[in-house]
């Protein structure tokens, strides 16, 4: 009768678990499915900018214009929120997806922040060869965070197609950074990103058709 007892409890843990295991994976597929429309989303806003900011530095010859960085996330966030709820569909709430919302949380916090100390460093400083390596490594800090925030939403989600492109943004855009020069890196690396993300939101509608 015992062992009954222990073998009932032993398959009911196991069916526990299967069923864990189960919802963890569907909740997986159903954020990468919903992911996909946000990743182009994010991926022409970001080519936009880059388009944008990048002509208005080079024509007035003023990196002021560099703070409109900030109107994105600005505008996206409240774009992306308005989408999502035009549909009506009840966003899944557990550990995976707020694993990957306190990624991305934590990339736009580091991403501002940098940007905010870089930007006001070369407002005071008078060094013209700092201010101008100041601000050439924050593109290079950027993306990296950048692709590495990427990365690992692929991991959480366990998907290869986000993993790869967080790779390809993040070594790609460094190589940009250390091979191109001459003062085009910012817009090459940010609308190489942008592309990738577009690439990567159409590969994953594909994959969750």
Request: charged letters at 15%.
């Amino acid at each position: 009768m015992d062992n009954t007892n222990e073998q009932t409890r032993e398959m009911t843990a196991q069916e526990s678990l299967s069923l864990i295991t189960e919802t963890l994976n569907n909740t997986r597929k159903e954020i990468t499915r919903n992911s996909g429309k946000y990743f182009i989303f994010w991926g022409i806003l970001l080519t936009i900018f880059s388009l944008l900011i990048y002509l208005l530095c080079k024509f007035t010859d003023k990196d002021a214009w560099n703070w409109l960085w900030f109107a994105m996330p600005a505008i996206g966030i409240p774009t992306e929120r308005f989408l999502h709820g035009k549909e009506g569909s009840e966003q899944v709430r557990n550990d995976v997806s707020r694993f990957v919302s306190g990624i991305w949380s934590t990339f736009g916090f580091f991403a501002c922040a940098v940007g905010a100390f870089t930007l006001i460093y070369t407002q005071v400083s008078s060094n013209f060869f700092r201010l101008i390596s100041a601000v050439n490594g924050l593109t290079a800090e950027l993306v990296l965070l950048f692709g590495l925030a990427e990365c690992i939403t692929g991991v959480a989600l366990k998907n290869w197609v986000i993993k790869t492109a967080g790779f390809i943004t993040g070594i790609g855009g460094l190589a940009i950074y250390y091979v191109v020069g001459s003062g085009w890196e910012p817009l090459l690396i940010f609308t190489f990103a942008g592309l990738v993300l577009m690439a990567t939101g159409l590969i994953v509608k594909i994959q969750y058709k």
